[in-house]
């Protein structure tokens, strides 16, 4: 299967002009990355960005963009899953339990019929999306267990010019530095690129990394409660992408399944302090 070129260089550049900005701004506040910080970005850039970010450019050429942010929906699913398991215990109630279940039957329907039938491009294509959701869950779990933990300034820097360094070299790996050259870009796509380079990467990847210092992961990945509707009404009005009957289904499961995930969570967050407030 061929590699669409580029892809994973414009996210690498994206996210190393996005990185420099945040490490200027941090270190014109006095701080300092240490060995230790870099050790963390560098796992964290390889879950966020080589991982989380890389299969989801990849996968762009494959899927529909809306599809794809239906199986990113289940994000919150994963955290609590990743979380679980490196916490060693399992928390469970009916919300949560009802909600993990409906969001893998979501996705299980995603990865169904739709994607095998459209060919095996369509089916790789969903399987790194959702690669990528777990992969970017971990790094959530990570980030907060992290060395970089307790300063997002920082931590979005660090992490944005590892991952940006990773994606290049893997681009580099890929054959994507054969033919390219800065010319062929267009006015559009410099536009397009510095857009999400001021608000796909600083603003809200800062913005994301100070919810995580501050809130429970699963509560954070609620912002996929509007994305994938979003996303699959843009897809159908602009780009002309199909809604089937398979796909709103999926929807409709993921969305209730990310609600009762942080309900279910929010309970036994609720619990939780209600026993630290009795032992006190």
Known sequence: MPWKPFHLYTAGLRHLVAGTILLIWAMAKGLRPTAKHLRASVVIGI???????????????RVPSGFASLIIASEPIWVYLMA???????????????????????VAILLGRDAISSGSGMF?????????AIGWSVGI????????SGNPLLLSALSLLSGS????????VAGEAR?????????????????????????AFTAYNWLMEHYPPTFVATHTYINPVVAVFLGWWLAGEKVTVNVAIAAGLVIVAVFLVDRGMARIEAGRLNVETSER
Request: overall charge positive; cysteine-free; proline content about 2%.
């Open 84 to 106: 679980s398991l490196a916490e060693r215990k399992w928390r469970m109630n009916f919300p949560l339990a009802s909600g993990v279940a409906l969001g893998l039957a979501g």
């Open 179 to 203: 033919g390219f050259s800065f010319s062929q870009v267009t006015p559009r796509s410099w536009f397009a690129l510095a857009y999400l380079i001021v608000f796909g990467s600083v603003i």
């Open 47 to 61: 879950f966020f960005f080589l991982i989380g970010h890389g299969t989801l450019h990849w996968a762009e050429t």
């Open 165 to 172: 360094l990773l994606l290049l070299a893997t681009g580099t």
């Open 141 to 148: 779990i990570y980030s907060r267990r992290s060395h970089l």
């Open 124 to 132: 790789l294509g969903a399987l790194a999306v959702l690669i990528g």
